[in-house]
Nanobody
Framework: VQLQASGGGLVQAGGSLRLPCAAS????????MGWFRQAPGKEREFVAA????????YYADSVKGRFTISRDIAKNTVYLQINSLKPEDTAVYYC?????????????????WGQGTQVTVSS
């Protein structure tokens, strides 16, 4: 499985971004796709996850109401829509794929990782 995240950039506070993550390879083996982020000097943290069917979604408390994860199964692409951006959202955003049927909120629960895309929010 290969994952390619994109869509990052420099945005003013209050703006929006949509981050696509394109998956290729044995994507049918993935039960969850997730997004994580890592701010400068901080550990990588869970942001959101979605099941393979796209029916169920999960969010970190810090992003609920502003972030939306979705997927286009036909395009093998997962999206992270980020609205009302804040300077504290500045981070490298990573997409990840999980094989296990149980949800995981931790880095070690995901086997496949994209290269990350930088999101910078100016105040």
């Amino acid at each position: 499985v290969q994952l390619q995240a994109s869509g990052g950039g420099l945005v003013q506070a209050g703006g929006s971004l949509r981050l696509p993550c394109a998956a290729s390879g044995r994507t049918f083996s993935l039960n969850y796709m997730g997004w994580f982020r890592q701010a400068p000097g901080k550990e990588r943290e869970f942001v959101a996850a979605i099941t393979s069917s796209g029916v169920s979604t999960y969010y970190a408390d810090s992003v609920k109401g502003r972030f939306t994860i979705s997927r286009d199964i036909a395009k093998n692409t997962v999206y992270l829509q980020i609205n009302s951006l804040k300077p504290e959202d500045t981070a490298v955003y990573y997409c990840a794929g999980r094989l296990d049927v149980r949800l995981s909120y931790v880095i070690t629960g995901y086997r496949y990782w994209g290269q990350g895309t930088q999101v910078t929010v100016s105040s």
